[in-house]
């Protein structure tokens, strides 16, 4: 993962409100927060709020990712330290630019002062295409609908093309020039010492391009924050809290990079009956005293709407589950996981008077002297 130039220019640790030496936990609680007090749709109309949203979904993609956050970090040390100097031996960079998150010295120059950076001649790279930012979404479905799977239609907001202008940034009727400055090559040349850099082309930002009449809409850029819809098709037997990537649908990219995705978190309403246990679905069935020790025949719905017909064994314990093959969600590679139906006696909190009274003659028949023996005798071994 090559550092990219914004990271010097944006403080990703306050956007999140964290210290740097904050956990992983810590940096997922404050984007969780940040992110549902400034969702455009907690804030309709809202465009600060929806800024907001946008620069904390940025920096938590940045630092939660630990490879990221390493590059991040050390990017914005050297960039403080203005590779004046303060490095080791007489290292400008302080001995770091040639082990940076794996890359070399020519990639760190590169992302410091523009593609084409060299330690004693010109370059001419053209600028690097980037890809866009990934957007996140959130899908709230009911258990049948995760059961069956849903094509669901999402409002996402973005980076998205200017439709004023088609995101070329410029005015309706008009076009960018080429850039006289760099000869529409994007960049210059400067020479400081044993380096020469290529950078950037100031006078155009390094887009070969100038706009001379900007789009009222985007202030040139080409790009403006949007809200627009999205439809997903989720899978059946997707889970709670599982992120379903739609690839290609996220920020533009930039220079002619890939567009990012669209991560999809899904939520499940709990069901009044059923839970989940992976692929499997469970189930628990209140049954008597009598049904325990005797044993019976339960029918219980299926969660495909169906009913299905179980023995219960006589001398069922209370949490004994009893499993029923292929009644499950559905598998990702195909076929279904079980339902498991567990038993839990009911005890009447009030019985009634023929219940009593048959309890009491099943009581006078009951055997307890084994029991009571092991207790006794466990407290004389005791004592």
């Known amino acids: 993962m090559a550092a990219q130039r914004e990271w010097l220019e944006k403080d990703y640790y306050e956007a999140l409100g964290v210290a740097e030496d904050a956990s992983a936990d810590d940096v997922k609680k404050a984007y969780r927060k940040l992110a549902r007090e400034n969702h455009p749709d907690a804030n309709p109309g809202d465009p600060s709020a929806e800024r907001r949203f946008k620069d904390v979904g940025e920096a938590y993609a940045v630092l939660s990712d630990a490879t990221k956050r390493r590059e991040y970090d050390e990017l914005r040390r050297l960039g403080a330290a203005g590779f004046g100097g303060g490095g080791r031996g007489g290292d400008p960079f302080g001995g770091a630019a040639g082990g940076f998150a794996g890359g070399d010295l020519g990639d760190l120059l590169g992302q410091m002062f523009g593609p084409g950076a060299t330690r004693g001649g010109p370059a001419g ?39 004023t202008c088609g995101g070329s940034g410029a005015a309706p009727g008009t076009s960018p020039v080429r850039c006289e400055t760099c000869s529409g090559r994007g960049q210059v040349t400067v020479d400081q010492g044993p380096f020469s850099f290529a950078q950037p082309c100031q006078r155009c930002g390094g887009r070969g391009q100038r706009i001379e009449s900007p789009c009222a809409t985007c202030t040139g850029t080409g790009r403006v924050v949007k809200p627009r819809q999205l ?59 009598a049904e325990a020790v005797l044993g019976t025949k339960l029918t219980v719905p299926t969660p495909r709407g169906g009913t299905r017909t179980i023995k219960v064994p006589a001398g069922s314990t209370s949490g004994r589950t009893l499993r029923i093959r292929g009644e499950g969600a559905p598998k990702r590679g195909g076929g279904h996981g079980d339902l498991r139906v567990t038993l839990r006696i009911d005890v009447p909190s009030r019985p009634s008077r023929d219940q009593k009274r048959l309890l009491e003659q099943l009581a006078e028949l009951d055997d307890t002297s084994t029991r009571d023996a092991e207790l006794l005798g466990g407290v004389v071994r005791d004592g």
Do not use: M, N, Q
């Open 231 to 289: 439809t997903v098709k989720l899978p059946a037997g997707v889970k709670d809290g599982a992120v379903i990537r739609v690839a290609g649908r996220g920020g533009p990219g930039t220079d002619g990079g890939p567009s990012g995705d669209v991560l999809v978190s899904v939520h499940v309403a709990p069901h009044p009956l059923f839970g989940r246990r992976g692929d499997d679905v469970t189930l628990e069935v209140p049954i008597t005293y």
């Open 125 to 163: 790279r053209p600028r690097r295409a980037r890809r866009g930012s990934d957007l996140r979404a959130d899908v709230h479905l009911t258990f049948e609908d995760a059961f069956a799977g849903v094509r669901t239609t999402l409002r996402v907001t973005g980076d998205g093309a200017c439709d």
